[in-house]
């Protein structure tokens, strides 16, 4: 076989051919270095004595539907300039690794169409195998994400697996990518987000994110010059929530079993935008139904519309007035739930009105999560949370992401 061969086919160059050995179906390859081509793998001295060899085998590219291996006497040295005894470099496979940089490649290239399963399979090598050279190259790409060209974030938190585990991530909003992964949730999560975002000297103009205050802190101390925009659908949620604990709240304290049976079951009807309310199903009907028995109840669900029309305004001073007509209706309707309410919009009205200045919301983050637990779910779990993380950071890059 020709040295041609060797490095047409699976990358090899510099080295001779010595002969093949066919073991059990499949090819062994063993090949030499030329002693001239010797040198040391730290200074690249020519001027180097041979010490010995160790013999190390190489998985690479099959031919066909038989694998190859590629054997090799890999030489130690003795450098006459650095005086130390070291194994040679080997330019066609990494460090440490028992399989070649072609076969790495391939591999890789067979992940974006195919699970981890199916490509150990195909290729016949471990599972193991597989996810070391995916996280070894998810690792070299995402080891330190660039963030110096940041404008606009959003930050968010998800649960992953049981016993109450979560992760926050931040997401440049821009490019749609994962830039942040850290352990936990709350402030201490995005310490070393900080570190790294003030030594790349970012300059950020806005962060998306809900009302929490120990996001809302660590946002106010360390980007004192962002603006907070809290996220829309947080806050309706956070709206139906309370409508949710007041429609609980009249039906404990109703004593007519008719409107019992009228409020019973209408949690959902509750929440739901009405557009998308089904007639067929007389879902309509029944919301009508339940508000006509019960004030509050009417004044909390019509407020909770009219709380949708916010973000719809044209501009900031438009959202000022119908901002502050919205708490001053929750307030005056003299239902407890709706005040505390009111009163919560007033103490973060800022943040809610920068929507029209920097109008951007954790929404693109949202589908970020949902794609973060379908990628948790495909894999049945993680046993290496490192990997998982790794995993996150490339999810923004294609659809055949989401496997393994």
Not at 38 to 46: G, I, M, N, R, Y
Not at 334 to 339: A, H, K, N, P, S
Request: proline share 3%; charged share 30%; aromatic share 10%.
């Amino acid at each position: 076989m020709s040295t041609s061969l060797l490095y047409h086919g699976f990358g090899v160059r510099g080295y001779r051919y010595v002969r093949t050995h066919y073991v059990e179906g499949e090819v062994w390859f063993v090949i030499e270095q030329p002693r001239d081509s010797l040198c040391c793998p730290q200074c690249k001295s020519a001027e180097v004595v041979r010490r010995g060899a160790e013999w190390r085998t190489f998985r690479t590219l099959s031919l066909g539907r038989k694998r190859v291996t590629i054997t090799l006497a890999v030489a130690r040295v003795e450098c006459a300039t650095c005086e130390v005894v070291r194994q040679v470099s080997i330019p066609f496979a990494d460090p440490r690794r028992t399989y070649t940089q072609s076969f790495a490649r391939y591999a890789l290239e067979l992940s974006r169409h195919m699970t981890i399963r199916d490509v150990a399979r195909h290729l016949g090598v471990g599972w193991d195998l597989i996810k070391e050279i995916q996280k070894a190259d998810l690792q070299r790409r995402f080891k330190k994400v660039p963030l110096k060209k940041l404008r606009q974030l959003a930050i968010d938190e998800i649960s992953i697996g049981k016993h109450g585990r979560y992760l926050t991530v931040v997401l440049d909003l821009k490019s749609g990518a994962v830039v942040f992964v850290g352990d936990g949730k709350g402030s201490q999560a995005l310490e070393p987000f900080w570190q790294r975002l003030r030594r790349s000297r970012a300059k950020i103009q806005a962060v998306a994110m809900d009302m929490s205050e120990a996001y809302i802190k660590a946002v106010t101390e360390q980007l004192p010059k962002a603006q907070i925009v809290f996220d829309h659908f947080h806050i309706v949620k956070l709206f139906n929530e309370k409508l949710s604990d007041l429609r609980r709240e009249l039906y404990r304290e109703a004593t007519d079993q008719q409107h019992k049976a009228v409020l019973k079951g209408t949690r959902w009807l509750l929440l739901m935008n009405p557009e998308h309310l089904n007639s067929k199903r007389d879902e309509r009907k029944r919301l009508e139904e339940a508000l006509k028995l019960n004030a509050p109840l009417a004044t909390a669900y019509y407020l909770k519309e009219d709380l949708r029309e916010l973000w719809q305004q044209p501009d900031w001073r438009t959202g000022r007035k119908y901002l502050t007509a919205w708490c001053m209706r929750a307030t005056a309707s003299g239902i407890r739930i709706l005040q505390q309410f009111a009163r919560t919009l007033k103490r973060h009205a800022r943040g809610i009105l920068n929507y029209f200045k920097f109008p951007i919301s954790t929404g693109p983050l949202e589908g970020t999560n949902n794609k973060i637990r379908t990628l948790q779910r495909q894999a049945y779990g993680f046993r290496d949370h490192e990997f998982f993380k790794l995993k996150i950071y490339a999810l923004h890059e294609t659809r055949y992401e989401l496997v393994g």
